[in-house]
């Protein structure tokens, strides 16, 4: 196997992952992340392994009983795991704040899901726009440290903080040196393979992610896709870990095509920031947090995520932009024909995709292809 | 056959004055619109912070977006308003009052007639997910400024045994940005911001909150002086203007009213025999509904909705551990706690916190919402509970299904029927009259009028 299918059978057997590191840390706990702005290197500088919590793309009927029907698929998708036992392994259990609908799976969750977990909570800020979000959370941080020292039993010092944001640093540093080499006209890696590098890390100890992403990054240099890379096209909007979805665009529509860039929080939104060192640790992530591009829930009255899309996709020379969405996101929604208006003022056509627990790939697909086709007219 | 008990019932002696301290609001912005009157109009939601641009001068007016986007879906304009926003391509599941809103920001048309009055500024509090979104298209289609504020995420419910260090630190969050708030408004109006005024305008607000939750307080009583149909033409008053002296005079005169009709054993139905909770907005489209459930005796006597939308509720444990929730008292000696505008803001800032049980429970239900539909179907003497499984608002959809389980354990059957708080499209009158009349009869009750 090579180093890159290694992300996919991570991605593929995320459980499995977590089981066999449960077994090789006695007393080890796993911290189930509802959401990206949960700020990993707390717990992981407690000795607690981070996972995100993400669904199956399976139909399910476990959900009808606790999530009404007009909740978003992703969060009806993550309780549903829950539900069936998918997550035993889990100690703890984690929100930060985050959308009302993912909110609710928490909340069902830590309701209905058994075993019963920790709950901890981290009370972000709703926006990160105003001038008092980096100090807010900077204390809550300090909260949240305490309830995650309480939980495990193990003061956090600042040399284990330190720690946890240097391997969270690295691979957040790692990752987007392999997605650098997405700017070339024939990307050594696929879309897929990015998502899968992306979503694995979110499943995996950083430090064994990092030993694979430097052995990527190597075999990488030399690597030839036997494929054409076709229409270059980036990927905005809800969290997006679809692998039919993302295949069909990449290996099974007529016209060849490759996403090259994303913002999403499946793909850049999670990693592109690092934590930027200074003596107050806690700060330091205070403001990385602040300053990551912020989710469409968290942007606002400003629009600082629209200019840092355009920044991608002018820079990976994206020719189109697929906008995703999970339906009955509210924040999504109000984003979206203001950001088609920006990004094709900008020179950016958009296509606008709602996305379900699974896709109609064969809809989709004549509807993607036609839109690789109106861009090509573009270009002749 | 056991005699129905019928009640003496009466129209509110208050009525018309709730409808015209309604209807002042909404006279003032069509006065804007058509430049009768260039009032100080400053849009946004009504939940929170509707008192704070008061110290900017007598003429301002608030312009909130979720009346207005009620009014719209009781006034069947929906569709027409919507439309605007759909073409525009925003989506048909994005909360209803947001689309009316939208739709006629879009459109330039008010719902009451004329032009539509675009305010002088926007001016929110974010607690819902959508609020803060919500003004951004309306922000850039007028060109207008916008300042919002972060309720951040309120303090947790007891039995969480929140840290006094993470309460302190979400207060000092809170109060920054309303004074952040106050010297923007400043900025941009070009006026000089009145700190007496809004001393005022919070003295009021608390005033008010607290009044109306002891009003709704008063209809545990049996029978309930005030029907459900009537609480929702009360309580808008409080929604739309509870800064204002006018609005704590008026609840004081409903109070006194309020307590009359108990003595007096005046109901607000007639027939009332099965008391019910209602929980989430209504339609507002179909508030006949209501109508038609007490042609069974069934009475919505009281709503997680109207009774703690913009503040006022104390929730607690009694001694044997149950939850409840009851009107808060104002702080002693409030007029003296005033004196300056940090003062100021900080009793509201901690009014929001303390007893803003209703944004508590949107931004963390954590099973204590739960507990609150339980603890006012129990403790105002209820058979039942309504569920308005509501497509057009997140917020108070949050956590639903589950209310709706823990209502049952608690041994209340729940009527749940499905419906939009605004766009009537999703709503099949048929189908949920229809499953009134399931419901009643799994109660065994028969219809006892016309």
């Known amino acids: 196997m090579g180093t890159i299918e290694k992300f996919q059978e991570i991605y593929e057997n995320r459980h499995e992952y977590a089981n066999i590191w449960k077994a090789k840390h006695p007393g080890g706990k796993i911290l189930g992340c509802f959401c990206t702005y949960v700020p990993e290197e707390i717990p992981y500088a407690a000795g607690v392994l981070p996972v995100r919590v993400l669904g199956s793309h399976e139909i399910e009927d476990y959900t009808a009983p606790h999530l009404f029907g007009m909740f978003c698929p992703f969060c009806r998708d993550v309780l549903a795991q829950g539900l069936q036992g998918r997550y035993e392994y889990l100690d703890g259990i984690c929100d930060a704040n985050c959308c009302m609908h993912l909110l609710q799976s928490f909340e069902a969750w830590g309701l209905n899901v058994n075993p019963k977990t920790k709950v901890l909570r981290v009370d972000t800020p709703c926006t990160t726009q105003n001038s008092y979000t980096k100090k807010y959370l900077r204390g809550e941080l300090n909260s949240f440290k305490k309830d995650v020292e309480e939980w495990t039993g193990k003061e956090i010092a600042d040399d284990a903080l330190d720690h946890a944001i240097e391997v969270y640093n690295e691979n957040r540093r790692l990752m987007r040196q392999i997605y650098e080499l997405r700017k070339a006209d024939d990307p050594p890696i696929t879309g897929l393979e990015s998502m899968y590098m992306v979503v694995s890390s979110q499943f995996m100890d950083k430090k064994e992610h990092n030993k694979i992403l430097k052995e990527a990054l190597d075999e990488l240099k030399d690597r030839k896709l036997h494929r054409e890379t076709g229409t270059r096209l980036m990927m905005v909007g809800s969290e997006n870990d679809d692998v039919e979805f993302i295949q069909m665009i990449e290996q099974k529509i007529a016209l060849p095509a490759t996403i090259v860039i994303d913002d999403h929080c499946t793909g850049t939104r999670y990693f592109w920031n690092e934590v930027i060192l200074e003596k107050d640790r806690l700060q330091a992530l205070s403001s990385r947090y602040i300053d990551r591009t912020p989710c469409p829930n968290k942007d606002w009255p400003g629009r600082v995520r629209f200019p840092r899309v355009l920044q991608l996709a002018k820079d990976w020379r994206a020719e189109g932009a697929l906008v995703i969405q999970q339906k009955f996101c509210d924040p999504h929604e109000l984003d979206i024909p203001p950001l088609r208006e920006f990004l094709e003022k900008n020179g950016v056509p958009t296509y606008f995709l709602e996305l379900d627990v699974t896709v109609p790939v064969g809809q989709f697909s004549t509807r993607v292809e036609a839109f690789i086709e109106s861009l090509m007219e573009d270009l002749v | ?450």
């Open chain 2, 1 to 450: 056959m056991a005699e129905i008990k019928k009640y003496p019932t009466k129209q509110f002696d208050c009525w018309n004055k709730a409808k015209e301290l309604r209807m002042e609001i909404y006279q003032k912005l069509a006065q804007k619109a058509s430049g009768e009157k260039n009032w100080l109009v400053a849009s946004g939601g009504t939940e929170g912070l509707i008192g704070l641009p008061a110290g900017l001068g007598d003429d301002y007016v608030p312009f909130g977006g979720e009346p207005y986007g009620a009014s719209t879906g009781a006034m069947g304009k929906s569709q027409e308003m919507m439309a605007y926003c759909e073409t525009k391509g925003y989506a048909r599941d994005i909360c209803g009052y947001c689309r009316n809103y939208l739709g006629s920001t879009f459109s330039d048309k008010f719902s009451f007639g004329g032009k539509y009055p675009h305010p002088d500024f926007y001016f929110q509090l974010h607690f819902c997910d959508t609020h803060g979104k919500w003004y951004q298209p309306c922000a850039e289609y007028t060109g207008k400024p916008y300042f919002v504020i972060d309720i951040g995420a309120m303090y947790r419910w007891p039995k969480w045994n929140e840290s006094e260090e993470r309460r302190k630190n979400k207060f000092e969050y809170l109060v920054s940005q309303m004074h952040d708030s106050i010297e923007w408004m400043e900025k941009i109006t070009k006026r000089k911001y009145d700190d007496e005024k809004l001393a005022d305008a919070i003295y009021n607000e608390v005033m008010c909150s607290s009044k109306w939750a002891k009003c709704c307080e008063l209809n545990k009583n049996v029978p309930a002086p005030m029907d459900e149909k009537s609480m929702y033409a009360f309580y808008i008053v409080h929604v739309l203007r509870r800064h204002t002296k006018e609005a704590v005079e008026f609840f004081n005169i409903l109070y006194d009213e309020l307590k009359d009709r108990i003595d007096k054993g005046i109901a607000g139905s007639a027939y009332e025999r099965y008391r019910m909770v209602h929980n989430s907005q209504p339609a507002w489209y179909a508030l006949h509904i209501f109508r038609y459930m007490e042609k069974f005796g069934v009475v919505c006597v009281g709503s997680q909705y109207d009774f703690t939308l913009s503040g006022g509720w104390e929730y607690y444990y009694d001694e044997k551990d149950v939850p409840h929730i009851r009107a808060a008292e104002p702080p002693a000696n409030l007029k003296e706690k005033l004196r300056t505008r940090d003062d100021a803001l900080r009793v509201l800032t901690a009014w929001l916190l303390d007893y803003g049980i209703h944004i508590r429970s949107f931004r963390f239900p954590m099973i204590e919402r739960r507990n609150i539909d339980v603890s006012i179907a129990r403790d105002w003497n209820c058979q039942g509970v309504a569920m308005h499984l509501n497509r057009g608002c997140e917020g108070w959809a949050v956590g639903q299904l589950e209310v709706r389980r823990a209502l049952i354990e608690a041994g209340f059957p729940v009527l749940a029927y499905e419906g939009n708080v605004a766009d009537p499209r999703e709503f099949d009158e048929g189908k949920t009259l229809a499953r009134i009349d399931a419901f009643v009869e799994s109660q065994k009750l028969k219809k006892l009028v016309g």
